[in-house]
């Protein structure tokens, strides 16, 4: 279907080509065999294919029209449905599954980045203290604070529970620094859930791993920046360790 081309156009140019042919070997006849077309001949070679290709065309068009809008309507939900399995449905980030997935497509394609680990501190308390569906509210406020807090080509997901992790593909280990703790200060500085009209912060430990060699497997590295967030944990919360 050629774009800007309405069903009307369509039909009419398809009823043009089928009498144009017609008249068109009609013609030829008369000139081989030398013998005059009555002019009633010419005016049923004109209706004819007037009535059928009108009628046939019609139909053909609506038929393109529907495979077309069919066709669209297929790529969207396919998108739908490809956004749906790859991002959690609370938080709106990339799973565990589709986060870990989009870091080994870079790793292969010989883009090293940091690894960082991000758990909310005490998060069990809220859940206890005011319910799930607080906690469920906090966990996407967080998910909104991380997100405002990166890069646009930074990597973020929801690893599981309250943990979050956060890749930083071509950037240097001072930037790295610099990033992770302006995701600390940006959390432990905003609002992340109103209970009775009082507003609550809350805090974040992050551990940091960079891959020590491309072969490293991401498993190990994921392991390395897991022991450095415990170890932030282990020395007061509400700070970044980085791996060995």
Same mark, same amino acid.
């Given at each position: 279907?050629?774009?800007?081309?309405?069903?009307?156009?369509?039909?009419?140019?398809? %009823?043009?080509?089928?009498?144009?042919?017609?008249?068109?070997? $009609?013609?030829?006849?008369?000139?081989?065999?030398?013998?005059?077309?009555?002019?009633?001949?010419?005016?049923?070679?004109?209706?004819?294919?007037?009535?059928?290709?009108?009628?046939?065309?019609?139909?053909? %068009?609506?038929?393109?029209?529907?495979?077309?809008?069919?066709?669209?309507?297929?790529?969207?939900?396919?998108?739908?449905?490809?956004?749906?399995?790859?991002?959690?449905?609370?938080?709106?980030?990339?799973?565990?599954?589709?986060?870990?997935?989009?870091?080994?497509?870079?790793?292969?394609?010989?883009?090293?980045?940091?690894?960082?680990?991000?758990?909310?501190?005490?998060?069990?308390?809220?859940?206890?203290?005011?319910?799930?569906?607080?906690?469920?509210?906090?966990? #996407?406020?967080?998910?909104?604070?991380?997100?405002?807090?990166?890069?646009?080509?930074?990597?973020?997901? #929801?690893?599981?529970?309250?943990?979050?992790?956060?890749?930083?593909?071509?950037?240097?280990?001072?930037?790295? $620094?610099? $990033?992770?703790?302006?995701?600390?200060?940006? %959390?432990?500085?905003?609002?992340?859930?109103?209970?009775?009209? #009082?507003?609550?912060?809350?805090?974040?430990? $992050?551990?940091?791993?960079?891959? #020590?060699?491309?072969?490293?497997?991401?498993?190990?590295?994921?392991?390395?920046?897991?022991?450095?967030?415990?170890?932030?944990?282990?020395?007061?919360?509400?700070?970044?360790?980085?791996?060995?």
């Amino acid at each position: 279907m050629v774009p800007g081309m309405t069903p009307r156009f369509r039909i009419a140019r398809s %009823v043009g080509i089928s009498i144009g042919l017609t008249l068109v070997c $009609l013609e030829c006849v008369t000139l081989v065999s030398g013998i005059p077309v009555p002019l009633v001949y010419w005016c049923v070679a004109t209706m004819c294919p007037l009535i059928l290709s009108a009628a046939i065309s019609g139909h053909l %068009v609506r038929q393109s029209d529907r495979l077309h809008q069919l066709y669209t309507e297929l790529q969207q939900t396919h998108a739908q449905l490809k956004i749906a399995a790859e991002h959690d449905p609370m938080t709106g980030v990339l799973n565990r599954g589709a986060f870990l997935g989009r870091i080994g497509e870079l790793r292969a394609a010989g883009t090293a980045g940091w690894l960082v680990l991000i758990d909310v501190d005490h998060f069990k308390g809220i859940n206890d203290r005011h319910g799930h569906e607080t906690g469920d509210e906090a966990l #996407r406020q967080i998910a909104r604070l991380l997100r405002e807090a990166v890069r646009a080509d930074d990597l973020l997901g #929801r690893i599981g529970g309250e943990e979050f992790g956060l890749y930083l593909p071509r950037t240097s280990a001072a930037d790295a $620094l610099a $990033l992770t703790e302006r995701v600390r200060s940006h %959390v432990a500085r905003s609002t992340a859930y109103v209970v009775d009209g #009082r507003a609550h912060g809350v805090t974040v430990s $992050l551990g940091l791993a960079i891959e #020590r060699t491309p072969a490293e497997n991401l498993k190990d590295i994921l392991h390395r920046a897991d022991m450095a967030m415990y170890r932030a944990k282990d020395e007061g919360r509400n700070r970044i360790a980085a791996a060995a």
